[in-house]
C-alpha cells in the first residue's frame, strides 16, 4: 500500500500552475542566519491550572516564548544560531487532513536543505501508524514537486489514531530513536498537539535526544488562541464552503421555493459556520455556543426558525438558506444528554439493539420521539475524543423535518397562510476538506515550516510554530514559537452516567468567542441578513486578482498579535528599569514605586484563582 | 415580492471584477450590420416522424436554417438587414436556473440598444407566471449591472411552469399583444424550447404579430443535437461538479479509509457524469444509459460495486469515489417498473398511505425490500414530464447500502478478507446550480442573446438562437438560428398502467451517445481509474491562467459543426451544378448523373423510415 505514497499524479493545467507558485518568507527567515529572542517563561490563561500543568510537565512547562528575528535587529540578548550541523528531522501528518498540510512540509524541508545541504528528512507514511512502525519515505524536492501548494494529507496519508498510550509512546519513541531524529514535527489539531506536548516531555524525561515540535493544522479553525491566530486549512474551508453557500442562495433567491438547512463541518466550535456567514450572508446561521450558552432547546430552535419562515413569508418570501454547524448536536442540552446516555450505555457494553430499552424514562421518551433516521445515527459509538459522531449525524435534516411539522400545524390551524414549506438538506463535508489550498495557507503552512527548522536548530522541545500579525501582509509576519504547555487548559467533564471524568492539562478546542467582535458583527446583521436577502459571493478560491488577498474576518476583526504585545509590555518595563537607575531622584523612585505598587495590585487580584477553583470558559 | 427583482445587490470583490468582464462577439455580429444567408428547408433526424411534425407544426415545420455571416462575406443571396426600426421584446426564463442566463439577457440588450436606442426590452417577472400575468420590468443597463457574467436567475426569477395549456398559451399570447411585443426570447431547456416551438406556431396560426425565439440554456447537458453543440451552464455545473469531486478524491486518498458515494445532477441524461468523470477521474462511475441498455438491475450494480471494493482492498485500498447519477434511479429496470406502478396509482387518485397495499406482488415485495428511507422518496409524486423527483430520491444511500450489507456478508463469509467498509454520502445538487458561471458560459450566453435580436431582426419565428464551432475560440465560431421543430422528435412511450402514452413532437433530453467517442474515452480509461487512483483536480473556476480556457471533453471530444458540414455540402452541390452547365460535354453529364444516382440511391435508402416504424435513440 505504501509503495502508492510519494507518486507523482496527473496534474490538471490549474494544478501545475499551482505547483509554480512560491511563496514568500517574511524578513526574519530570509537569508540563512536567524536571530531568536527569548521573552519570559511561560504561564497559562487560566492561574488554577497553571499547577496542574507544571506538575504534568516538570520538563517542559515554563519554558520561554521565542521570537525569531532578522540577524541585524538589535537585541542585546538574543542569540544567533550560526552552527548547523547536519540533522535528521522526522515529520508525520496527525489526525485529519487539512489543505496546506503539505506546504509545512515543503517549508521545513526548504529550511533544512538551505541551512545544510546533507541533513535528511523523513516523513512517516500512513499517520502515527507509520510513526509507530517506523515506515518512512525520505523527503526530496523531486518527492514534493507535485504536491507543492496542493491539497489533501496524501504525500505522506494519516490516521486518525492518537499518540496517547503508553504503548504507543515508546513505539513513537524507539522509532525516533531507531531513526536517529534530531527532531519530530508533528501536524495537526488540538489533539494532536497535545499529544504532542505529551511526547516532548517524555522524551525531555527519558533523556530522548529527539526534540518534539508542533503545527497548528486543522480545518476546523478551533486552535486558536493567545499565541496561535488561526490554524493552517481554515482559511480554505471557509472560502470553498462560502463559495457554495452563495451558490446555493443565489439558487434559493432564482427558484423562490426552496430553504435550504446546510450542515457544515467545524466539530464542536462554530468557527466555520460565522466565518461563513460573514462571507456569504445567508438569512440564519445557529451557533453551538450560541445554542448553548442560551439553552435553547430543539422546539425553541425549531420556533425560532418556523417564526423567520412566518415572517418571510409575510414578505412574499418563500426560500432561504439556513446554516448549521455540525457540533449543534452537542449544544442541545437534551440531544447532549441523550447521547451522554447512550454513550454511557455503550461503554458499560450494552449492544446496539438493547440500548433503547436501557435508557432513562425522559431519555426513553425523547429516542422514541425522534424519527428512525437519526435514532439509527445517535447509536454510532462515539469518536475517541467521546465527542458524538458529527459528520454522520444529520442535524440539519432533523431540523428541517420539525419545522415542516410545525408549519403544517400552523397551516392546519389558520396562524400560517403562506404556501408550503419546502425544505432541502445539504451537507457539507468532506467537499471542501480535499480543496486547493487559498493562498493564504498556501504561505502560512510554507513560513511554519520554517519556523520548525529554526525551533529546532535552537535546541527547543515542546514548543509550537507560530506566526503572529497574520492579518498584515507577509512581510510584516512575526515569527515565534510558543511551548504547548502555555496553550494548556485543565477542565472538568462532569460527563453522563459512566464517562470517565477528564481532568488532564490539555488543548481545548477553542469556542467561538461570544464576547467577541465576529459574534457581534453577526448579531448586528442578524436581522437583515434574515430578512433582506443580502446574499453575497466570495467566488471561486482565486491566486490573482480581487479577492485573492481577502483574509477572514475571524482572523482581522479580533484584536491579534498577543505576541507582539507581550513584546512591547517588555519594552515598558526596560523602560522603566532603564529610567529608575540607582542614582535617579528620590521624586522619580517615589512616583515608580507608587505606580508600580497599583499596577502590582490590580494584577495580582486578576490573576489570583477564584475559590471555587471553577473557571468559565 | 416583485419588488425585489433587479435590485442592486452587495457584490464581493471578485463579483465586481466578474461584472467587468466584457464578453467577446464573433466576427458576424460585430458592427451594426449582419448578412443573413437562408438553407435549405429543415426536415428532422428521424424521416418516420417528420409528417407527424409538419402536421403539429403546418406554420412553422421546414423553415430553413439561417446562418448570420459578416456583412463583407462574398455570398450571393444573403440578405443584408439595414432596418432596425424601434422594437419591443420580451424575455423570460423558464425552467431550471442555470448559470450564465443572466448573460443571454444582457446580450440581447446590448444588441437591441445597439441597433435602436429606442428600442425596449422587457423582462417577465418571475418566470411564466409572469408571463401570464404580464408583471414585467424594463431591462436597462443601470438595472443589469450587477447581473453581469453572474449565476442564478434572480434578475427576473424563474418558475417551473410550462406553456402547454391552452389556458397558458392563450395567457401568453394575450400578454404579447397587450404589451405589443415583436419578440418573445424563452430561456429554457428542452421542455421550455418545445413550448416555445408551439407558441411560435399558435402566434403564427392566428395573426399574432410576435415572434417566439429559443435560447438552450440548461445545466443538464441534454439539449444538444446535430444543431446545439452545448447549453449554457453545462460547463459551470460540469467545472464546479469536478472541482468539488476532485477534492473528495483527494480527501479519500488522504484518509484512506472511506468510499464516497456521490450523487450528482442531471436529469435524465447522465452527460454531468461523463465530463465530471473525465475531468476528475474518480474510481467509478454509473451512467444511466449504460445500465439501461446493459439492463443491470440493483443486484447487478451491487455486485459490481462489491468486487471492485474487494479487488482494491487486495491491493490494499479502503477508499474510492463512486459518482451516481440522479437518473440512474429510472434506468435499473425494477426500480423503474415500480416507479411507474405507483406514480400510476397516485394519478388514480390513490392515497400514499394505502400504494403499498394496491401494488401488484412482485413490486409489493420489492417495495418492501427496499430501506424505509427510500420507500418514503419513491412515494413522492413524479415531476411535471413524469419523471420521478431524482433530487429527493437518496439512490446513492440505497447503493451504498447494499454495498455494506454485500461486504459485511463476504466478510461472514469468509470470501472477503479485508478492512471494514465505510461509505460517505453526498449529493452535489443545488450547490452547484447557483455558480458564478465560467468564462465560457458567460461568453456563449452573451453571442446567443445577441443572435436573438439578429432573428427577430430577420423577422424569424419558431427559430433557437445557435452557435456552432464552440470548441475553437470566439473569433472562429459561427452564428445562426434553426427551426426548433428541426430538432424535434416523435417518441411513443409506453408507460406503465395509468401513464397517458405521449406521442407528440418535442425536444428529447439527448442521452449519452454509447457508440460515441466520449464515452470509448470513458471506458478506455474505466480499469486504470478504477484501480490506480489517477485523481486530478481541474480546481476552482478562473477567468485567468492556467485551465480558463479548458472546454468540456464533451464538446471537444466528439465531431461537431453540424451547421458547417450542411454549408459544405451545399457548396458541393452548387459546384456540381455549376460544373455541369448546359453546354457542358456529354462525358461530364455522364460521369455527373451516374455518380449522383448512386449517391441518391444510397441516401434513398438510408432514409426511408423503418417498416416497423419504430426507431432506436
Redesign the interface.
Known amino acids: ?1 505504501e509503495s ?1 505514497y510519494g507518486l507523482a ?10 505547483t509554480q507558485y512560491q511563496p514568500e518568507l517574511p524578513p526574519c527567515l530570509q537569508g540563512t542566519t536567524v536571530r531568536v529572542e527569548y521573552g519570559d517563561g511561560t504561564t497559562t490563561v487560566d492561574p488554577s491550572s497553571s499547577h496542574v500543568i507544571s506538575h504534568a510537565f516538570p520538563c517542559t512547562y515554563g519554558q520561554p516564548l521565542a521570537h525569531f528575528l532578522r540577524p541585524s535587529t538589535k537585541v542585546s540578548d538574543a542569540q544567533i544560531i550560526t552552527d548547523h550541523p547536519v540533522i535528521r528531522v522526522g515529520v508525520v ?1 496527525c489526525g ?2 487539512s489543505p496546506g498540510g503539505h506546504n509545512v512540509i515543503w517549508g521545513l524541508l526548504n529550511a533544512v536543505k538551505s541551512h545544510n545541504p546533507g541533513s535528511i528528512m523523513l516523513g512517516f507514511l ?1 499517520g502515527t501508524e507509520g510513526l509507530f512502525a517506523q515506515k518512512t519515505m525520505e523527503i526530496t524536492y523531486d518527492i514534493l514537486s507535485s504536491f507543492k501548494n ?5 504525500l505522506l ?2 490516521t ?1 489514531d492518537q499518540i496517547r498510550t503508553s504503548e504507543q509512546v515508546n513505539a513513537a519513541k524507539a522509532a525516533c530513536e531507531a531513526l536517529k531524529l534530531n527532531g519530530l514535527v508533528i501536524i495537526g489539531g488540538v489533539t494532536s498537539n497535545t499529544d504532542a506536548a505529551h511526547l516532548a516531555e517524555t522524551f525531555a524525561e527519558t533523556n530522548c535526544q529527539t526534540k518534539v515540535v508542533g503545527v497548528p493544522v486543522t480545518l476546523n479553525g478551533d486552535l486558536r488562541n493567545q499565541f496561535v491566530e488561526t490554524d493552517v486549512g481554515f482559511d480554505t474551508i471557509c472560502r ?1 464552503n462560502s ?14 421555493k ?1 430553504y ?1 438547512f446546510i450542515r457544515l463541518m467545524g466539530h464542536k466550535a462554530s468557527h466555520v459556520a460565522v466565518e461563513c456567514a460573514l ?1 456569504s ?1 445567508p438569512n440564519m446561521v445557529f451557533l453551538a455556543e450560541e445554542v448553548a450558552m442560551s439553552k435553547f432547546n430543539l422546539f425553541d430552535i425549531t420556533k425560532q426558525i418556523s417564526d423567520a419562515v412566518q415572517a418571510r413569508a409575510e ?3 418563500y426560500h432561504g438558506v439556513i446554516l448549521i454547524p455540525e457540533g449543534l448536536v452537542e449544544s442541545i442540552p437534551e440531544l447532549f444528554a441523550l447521547l451522554q446516555e447512550i454513550h454511557g450505555l455503550q461503554s458499560q457494553g450494552v449492544d446496539m439493539e438493547s440500548i433503547s430499552s436501557h435508557l432513562s424514562p425522559w431519555a426513553s421518551a425523547l429516542f422514541e420521539f425522534l424519527p ?2 437519526i435514532r439509527k445515527q445517535f447509536l454510532l459509538p462515539p469518536e475517541s475524543d467521546n465527542s458524538a459522531q458529527f ?1 454522520e449525524i444529520e442535524i440539519e435534516k432533523l431540523l428541517a423535518q420539525l419545522v415542516d411539522a410545525e408549519m403544517n400545524k400552523r397551516m392546519k390551524e389558520g396562524t400560517y397562510k403562506g404556501k408550503k414549506f419546502n425544505p ?1 438538506c ?11 489550498p487559498s493562498k493564504f495557507d498556501c504561505d502560512y503552512a510554507y513560513v511554519l515550516g520554517h519556523i520548525c527548522y529554526h525551533i529546532l536548530a535552537a535546541g527547543l522541545n515542546g514548543y509550537m510554530a507560530t506566526v503572529t500579525n497574520l492579518k498584515h501582509s507577509v512581510e510584516k509576519w512575526r515569527c515565534g514559537a510558543t511551548p504547548i504547555t502555555a496553550m494548556m487548559t485543565v477542565k472538568q467533564y462532569s460527563g453522563g452516567p459512566g464517562a470517565i471524568p477528564i481532568r488532564k492539562p490539555v488543548l481545548h478546542p477553542t469556542q467561538v468567542d461570544l464576547k467577541g467582535k465576529v459574534y457581534e458583527m453577526l448579531r448586528q446583521n442578524a436581522y437583515s441578513f434574515l430578512m433582506d ?15 485573492t488577498d ?1 483574509k477572514s474576518y475571524t482572523l482581522c476583526v479580533e484584536d491579534q498579535d498577543y505576541m507582539g504585545r507581550i513584546k512591547k509590555l517588555q519594552n515598558y518595563l526596560d523602560k522603566v528599569r532603564c529610567i529608575v537607575k540607582p542614582g535617579c531622584s528620590p521624586e522619580i523612585l517615589k512616583a515608580a514605586l507608587s505606580s508600580m505598587a497599583s499596577v502590582t495590585e490590580v494584577l495580582t487580584v486578576m490573576s489570583t484563582p477564584k475559590s471555587n477553583g471553577h473557571i468559565l470558559l
Open positions: 500500500m502508492d499524479r496527473e496534474l490538471s493545467a490549474l494544478q501545475k500552475k499551482r501528518f485529519r487532513q500512513g496542493q491539497g489533501g494529507f496524501d496519508g494519516r486518525q470553498v463559495q457554495l453557500i452563495s451558490n446555493i442562495c443565489l439558487d434559493a433567491l432564482s427558484a423562490e426552496y435550504y462571507q450572508h414578505q412574499g418570501k428512525p433516521f459528520s432541502i445539504h451537507f457539507f463535508g468532506y467537499q471542501t476538506r480535499g480543496s486547493l436577502d443580502l446574499y453575497r459571493n466570495p467566488g471561486p478560491l482565486q491566486f490573482e486578482g480581487p479577492g481577502v
